[in-house]
């Protein structure tokens, strides 16, 4: 198994770009976020401590799980955007001013369109084409330069 500085330095090659990276830092997180949003649209026929859960609670989990197995301290940095993002979907849910799951498809189908555009302008295609766990390994790549910024280790 790779460890997270070989995933990272391997994703960062097609990464140079300055609007790419710049593009990333939108819509990696968007296509994040509008994942966990479809995800808690599907609702499960369980409630915990006036908590419905949802199949974004689950996968989140699993994530995290995939994470500490990458970083004994990166993964907390995503575990806790992936809270923002679940809080951020009860918000929109609860405004009730456009259907979460729409909403969501159109941040994802926006994303990927700026995603595409950034590697068209590296020259470079996608990672994930070469492995489809560079998927995971982008909201990492993003996190690890908040941890450097910060001085917290890796």
Excluded: R
């Excluded at 968007?30 to 609670?57: D, E, H, R, T, W």
């Amino acid at each position: 198994m790779k460890t997270i500085q070989q995933w990272l330095s391997e994703y960062g090659e097609s990464h140079q770009n300055h609007t790419n990276k710049t593009i990333h830092w939108i819509c990696v997180p968007s296509i994040f976020f509008s994942i966990v949003g479809l995800l808690y649209c599907i609702k499960l026929p369980l409630v915990i401590s006036g908590v419905q859960l949802n199949v974004a609670m689950l996968v989140l989990a699993l994530v995290t799980v995939y994470y500490i197995t990458l970083s004994k301290t990166l993964w907390i940095g995503l575990l806790l955007f992936a809270v923002f993002c679940l809080w951020l979907c009860s918000l929109i849910e609860q405004a009730n001013f456009i259907q979460l799951w729409l909403f969501c498809l159109i941040v994802f189908v926006v994303a990927w369109i700026g995603q595409f555009y950034g590697h068209k302008v590296e020259g470079k295609k996608p990672s994930f084409l070469k492995d489809i766990q560079f998927l995971m390994i982008g909201p990492a790549w993003l996190m690890s330069f908040i941890y450097k910024k910060l001085g917290i280790a890796i």
